[in-house]
């Protein structure tokens, strides 16, 4: 079945919401607590979490709207897109003071945005490469065309993620994304998303991870088994890899794959929300549960922002 690019937008916001609102409750616990809680299969819907109702997500989306906003801001006025983005990340971060917006943010993310600067590829203001900076630059594969999207991306991360692997592996997922807009399957964007990370420097563990989720992918491990090889997800290139191991297992399913890519004892609203960013791409915004976005906290706005990035690419690309 064909699947048009705006639901490619929006199926990749609306995703990565999604997974991230489902990773939220379990986010920290042990696949044995998460198991007591659930049942043996684990969380498999949309639950309340700290004082928020089902469907609510975390700061990585927060972070990820915030991107989209910056991109959407750079295609429709032009201007310096890493300028834009970092505006709205300091926008983002002045929301940390109301408890209705505290959603439990990261800390090298609070550190960053509120020293007062930022850091570049070649400049880093520290050393992290925590799962902060990749998950939030999935919208940068949809502000710019495969084969462009890599290093904006990487320099969104870098903003606050100084170590190589928390950059490349947001340029990563970024170019990954961008190629499937354009309708490739996963493993043909995977192999364009590899090209622009093999040669950068500091680009070889980001490398390793996603062959070695690649491998066990293609293997018959358990999704647990798989997940527990490839880490907890709290850094860049552990997060990258059990969303690729996940959306390959699960590469036409949604349901299946953001479920699979929570259910463990690490990161689960990273880890989901990744994944749900390349499914939703994948699949188109159609192959979301349609329960689960009725109750997706911003909807209409997620989708809003979604529809605009489309148009201000659609007429980009055709020179209009």
Same mark, same amino acid.
């Not at 998950?135 to 940068?140: F, G, K, L, T």
């Not at 949809?142 to 990487?154: H, I």
């Not at 961008?178 to 980001?206: D, N």
């Not at 909807?299 to 020179?319: H, K, N, P, V, Y």
């Given at each position: ?108 993310? /609070? ?171 994948? /699949? ?11 109750? /997706? ?24």
């Amino acid at each position: 079945m064909r699947i048009d690019r705006r639901s490619r937008y929006r199926g990749c916001l609306a995703g990565l919401a999604l997974g991230d609102a489902l990773g939220a409750p379990v986010e920290f616990e042990s696949l044995s607590t998460i198991r007591g809680k659930y049942g043996v299969r684990g969380i498999t819907e949309l639950q309340p979490w700290d004082r928020f109702p089902a469907g609510s997500f975390t700061d990585d989306t927060q972070m990820s709207l915030a991107t989209a906003r910056g991109c959407l801001r750079f295609l429709r006025d032009g201007g310096n897109p890493y300028r834009l983005v970092l505006e709205e990340y300091r926008t983002w971060r002045r929301t940390q003071t109301n408890p209705a917006e505290i959603r439990s943010p990261g800390g090298t993310c /609070l550190d960053a945005l509120g020293s007062g600067g930022f850091g570049t590829m070649d400049a880093p203001i520290n050393d992290s490469k925590g799962c902060g900076g990749v998950m939030r630059v999935a919208p940068a594969g949809l502000a710019w065309p495969s084969g462009s999207a890599f290093d904006p991306a990487s320099r969104f991360a870098a903003l606050t993620h100084g170590h190589p692997t928390g950059h490349l592996a947001g340029g990563f997922l970024a170019e990954l994304i961008a190629a499937l807009v354009e309708g490739r399957t996963l493993s043909e964007a995977l192999r364009k998303a590899r090209k622009p990370l093999v040669g950068r420097r500091g680009h070889e563990e980001t490398l390793n991870a996603v062959q070695r989720a690649e491998e066990l992918a293609g293997s018959t491990v358990t999704a647990p088994e798989g997940i527990q090889k490839l880490g907890e997800g709290w850094v860049a290139d552990e997060a990258l890899a059990i969303a690729v191991f996940c959306s390959l297992r699960n590469e036409d399913d949604f349901r299946k794959g953001v479920t699979a890519a929570v259910n463990h004892s690490g990161d689960s609203d990273s880890t989901g929300c990744l994944t749900g960013a390349i499914l939703g791409t994948r /699949l188109g915004f159609g192959a979301l549960p349609e329960k689960w976005v009725a109750v /997706l906290e911003k909807r209409e706005e997620i989708l809003s922002l979604a529809d605009e990035l489309f148009e201000l690419r659609r007429r980009q690309s055709s020179g209009s």
